[in-house]
Nanobody
Framework: QVQLVESGGGLVQPGGSLRLSCAASGIIFSMNIMGWYRQAPGKERELVATILSGGMTNYADSVKGRFTISRDNAKNTVDLHMSSLKLEDTAVYYC???????????WGQGTQVTVSS
């Protein structure tokens, strides 16, 4: 039973900060690439950030310098620290896992982030 459970979404003002967390179970966490994706209304789901087991990260250009992805392989969690939030960051954010070798994908249920004044 694979579960990815996101938390931490909510309403935040422009320029504010928010931390999203994803708790994984049912997978060997260290064998999976973890990522955050987001989907705004009327748009396709897009990559926000990924992180390899060893800590190497990749970010979408739109969030570089503002968002930080991190993982704790001992706790089976991956976080997304968001700062300097913009209106265009408003979306449902999804936690994703992909097995390093088998490329099996799993998704969380999503958590809403709304940036509004």
């Amino acid at each position: 039973q694979v579960q990815l459970v996101e938390s931490g979404g909510g309403l935040v003002q422009p320029g504010g900060s928010l931390r999203l967390s994803c708790a994984a179970s049912g997978i060997i966490f260290s064998m999976n690439i973890m990522g955050w994706y987001r989907q705004a209304p009327g748009k396709e789901r897009e990559l926000v950030a990924t992180i390899l087991s060893g800590g190497m990260t990749n970010y979408a250009d739109s969030v570089k310098g503002r968002f930080t992805i991190s993982r704790d392989n001992a706790k089976n969690t991956v976080d997304l620290h968001m700062s300097s939030l913009k209106l265009e960051d408003t979306a449902v954010y999804y936690c994703n896992s992909r097995h390093t070798y088998y490329h099996t994908d799993y998704w969380g249920q999503g958590t809403q982030v709304t940036v509004s004044s």
